[in-house]
């Protein structure tokens, strides 16, 4: 991988963006809390602010720098705020679909990120309105009223992050999901089902962490293809971890696609197909950073490695 | 109430108003359906195209037809889109937040405007999805990629909506009813638990409506206050409808709040007092008007009657 990427310190910075994003979330969630919804903050609280990833954020936040970097603005380290809403945004989105995937008449699962589920802590009610107050906190984060982000810039975001979320995003994804147990799917359509129930969420991600700096439209458009690419490589390298590695690790269900008899990209190519079709779509992600012609891709590039080399 | 409303035909208003809305509504969810996604539109369509009574993109277009008149613009039947798209948006949250209501985990219902419930119909996974993308869909509407609504104006709507839908809005109303179950609530308290769960969205169909024109400061204030005892009105005529009507006639179950132990207008006030408190509502809602110094409120005006001497 040395060859590909250029030096960039990835623990240094997404120590740096990590603490701003954790920041940043627990005070918007605190600032809108009143005592008598204490009930739907509680459960708002607990599925947020429990140590995910934050892949997203981190995302948004390196497309931004890699923009920030092209148009003269800015050390990486230093987030703008818009940016950093963006990514919070979709994570709130991400979320919300964990909250509800795992509900009984969904996943049914009882662990997510070595805790109980939402609905086993607070409720199927709770976890339901929960999951329902986020998507719209979502939109609330976008659309601050004070001037941390443009009009302009709020529509754009708004915009994408609801066909990012909605019937032909991640919701539409969820519902080929339910409607594919035990169908074989070939690879084209597992791969459609996959670029909208994860893809398009982390594609966002990236165009979303663009959208608020400014960028000639042939990177944005190379930014949508490394988004597109790390997407389906973020699932190829899910499926193969559902198979590999073991539930307190990956701090979910392991092995649960399988039992369901849902089709994953393991089950279709195999484990050693999997892994290919994985460092394949790694390159092409890599690729088309170099076809951005943006100067700054470092962060951007260490968090394809990431996606790669993830245990959970 | 000849008295206070000036001469106007409500009806035909009405008719013109419903023909735009129930055409616009068909056809956007028309346009991004793709057939490998029936299975989550079918529940979307199901649930939006059902003969509601669109009180609230009626409110929208006739808070845009005061604030047109206002500006000089337009015969009031001339409904501009952006009034549409956000009078729209807001019914998409409505039915979504029906759609999640009558699920088992929440209120259990399996009739809705006469006809089983979604996910009497498509399954409790199928109304959750359709539920979430229906979210997603109203945000999707307030920011078209066409120039019917100016980028400034969709960001405002967005985050008037996202506000009116989420955790102190819609959402953390439900989350106050479902936790007063059995609960003694006092007038202020039932009050504020309605003014979020039902009042912040019809409040919001009347200020984005507005915000789709150019109004002064005080005349949208003014809407405003109309919009918040409009909203309180509608429930307390609710509270009296569930213990006055019957199923047929409501298109949903009658006396289910009693029998659930809700707190309602009716058991608080009685039912003569329920009804007084409903009239003085209506007053406020009227005077409000007058303040508003906005020379052609009569369809607002109409339908605050409307909400009054409705049967279900």
Known sequence: MSAVLPAFDLRAWSQAALSQVESAMALWLAEGAVPQLESLNA??????LDGGKRLRPLLALAARAAVAAHDGKAAPADFDTAALRAGCAVELIHAYSLVHDDMPCMDNDVLRRGKPTVHVKFGEAGALLAGDALQALAFEWLTPADDSIPAATQA????????????NGMAGGQAIDLASVGVALDESALRHMHSLKTGALLQASVAMGAACGAAPARALAALESFGAALG????VVDDILDVTADSATLGKTAGKDAAADKPTYVSLLGLDGARARA??????????????????????????GLVMNRDH
């Open 43 to 48: 459960p708002i609280r607990y599925s947020v």
């Open 156 to 167: 754009v975001l708004c915009a994408r992050l609801a066909r990012a979320a909605g019937r």
């Open 232 to 235: 389906l490589a973020f699932q």
């Open 279 to 304: 460092r394949q779509l790694h390159a092409a992600a890599i690729s088309a950073l170099a076809d951005s012609g943006l100067g700054d891709t470092a962060a951007l590039a260490a968090l394809a």
